[in-house]
């Protein structure tokens, strides 16, 4: 297992394509994928096909990471980075299954990531994005330090912009 992050109730690791199976099940969750724009994964092999060809660590020395409890080695979700290579900045990100919404794990894992990002990656700031009736997500961002930067259109939909600078 290459753990990348701990926090005090979480480690961050890889992904793994044995972890297929629980990113299908988090993608067949209508509320989950409900302010991502993402669709279902349709097949479980798509699912191990995503992971077998997820390439962000090797391009970028980062990525979205998988969310394990440290207390029972569940696999509750994601959280990590991501380049956004049409606008050259990098984005925060996380999905948790809903029985894990509310007990604080996308804000924990998320200011893990932050403060990976500019401690170890020297990253001048980060983003966050959000659809506008997502404010679950909204108030993840501005848990991890980050605040309103402009609005902007996802997928379609209105969306706000956050972002947080690295200290100077």
């Known amino acids: 297992m290459n753990i990348i992050l701990e926090t005090e109730r979480l480690l961050l690791r ?38 077998r060809n997820y390439d962000h660590y090797q391009q970028h020395g980062f990525g979205r990471w998988t969310v394990i409890l440290r207390e029972t080695g569940e696999l509750i979700g994601w959280c990590g980075l991501k380049y956004l290579q049409d606008v050259e900045e990098v984005d925060l990100g996380y999905r948790f299954f809903q029985k894990h ?59 706000v912009y956050y972002r947080i600078p690295a200290a100077p």
Not at 107 to 124: H, I, N, Q, W
Not at 137 to 157: A, F, P, Q, Y
């Open 14 to 51: 890889e992904f793994e394509v044995a972890d297929a199976p629980h990113y299908y099940e988090l993608n067949q969750d209508p509320e989950v994928l409900r302010y991502t724009g993402d669709a279902p994964f349709p097949t479980l092999e798509s699912a191990v096909d995503f992971l």
């Open 101 to 159: 919404w509310r007990k604080g794990y996308a804000t924990e894992s998320g200011k893990a990531c932050v403060r990976y990002g500019f401690e170890d990656l020297k990253l001048p700031f980060i983003v966050g994005r959000a659809m506008i009736g997502n404010i679950g997500s909204i108030r993840v961002l501005e848990n991890c330090g980050m605040t309103w930067w402009k609005d902007c259109i996802l997928e379609g939909h209105p969306s």
